[in-house]
């Protein structure tokens, strides 16, 4: 079947860490990337997306992504961490080949402390 | 600008009660999406639209219906309330047919069955 897997279900670490978050897609096609963030108590917004050029892709607060096609990986990565990334992580995935359906990994919640 | 809103935003219904979750966009986006986000489970789709008029089953549509009957609204409801059917909701839409373009969420509907 295909699917979205986030290794991951919850990190802690301390702030200015270095944070990964890995994410696998099973899909064939060609896809497009997505990361969502979700914060305590809100909706979800877009980190960052994917769906061609440079795999490596810059999103907001310093975050950013690196699609591997070989390893189907769309790994998320910040260098320094704050107390203000604590918050949940879904990566995301849409078939280019279909109207633009979600595929949406279980969720990494990340927790930072000070 | 609104963005996605959705109302209400927490409720509490009885077994076998109904209702009917209300989501807006002022977008003008064409695509509209149902979700329900569960613990350790990502956001699953329930139902979607890709343009006024039309609607389609998702991944969990069992014990919902929807209705895009203009094109800024998409209403969930349920017609006979279950407790499995406690969840948050959370509606999203987005531009046009073009596969990369990310859904904007609203800040979800915590609803709860006893």
């Known amino acids: 079947a295909q699917s979205v897997s986030q290794h991951n279900h919850h990190v802690i670490l301390s702030e200015a860490a270095s944070l990964e978050l890995g994410c696998n897609y099973s899909y064939g096609g060609t896809v497009n990337l997505f990361w969502y963030v979700q914060y305590p108590g809100q909706h979800l917004q877009l980190l960052l997306k994917?769906?061609?050029?440079?795999?490596l892709v810059k999103g907001i607060k310093g975050f950013e992504a690196e699609f591997i096609k070989s390893k189907f990986s769309f790994n998320l990565r910040k260098p320094s961490v704050q107390w203000s990334d604590t918050a949940e992580y879904f990566c995301a995935v849409s078939l280019t080949d279909s109207w633009g359906k979600f595929q949406f990994g279980a969720g990494t919640q990340v927790v930072v402390t000070p | 600008n609104a963005g996605v809103t959705q109302t209400p935003k927490f409720r509490v219904l009885k077994t076998g009660q109904s209702m009917t979750l209300l989501c807006a966009q002022d977008m003008n986006h064409e695509y509209m999406y149902w979700y329900r986000q569960d613990p350790g489970m990502g956001l699953r789709l329930i139902h979607y639209s890709v343009g006024e008029g039309t609607t389609a089953k998702g991944e969990v549509p069992d014990g919902y219906n929807v209705s895009r009957l203009k094109k800024q609204n998409f209403l969930l409801g349920l017609e006979s309330a279950a407790p499995s059917q406690t969840s948050v909701y959370f509606c999203?839409?987005?531009?046009?047919?073009?596969?990369?373009?990310?859904?904007?969420f609203g800040d979800g509907t915590r609803l709860s069955i006893l």
């Open positions: 994917y769906f061609s050029g440079d795999p």
């Open positions: 999203a839409s987005s531009y046009g047919r073009g596969t990369n373009q990310p859904q904007h």
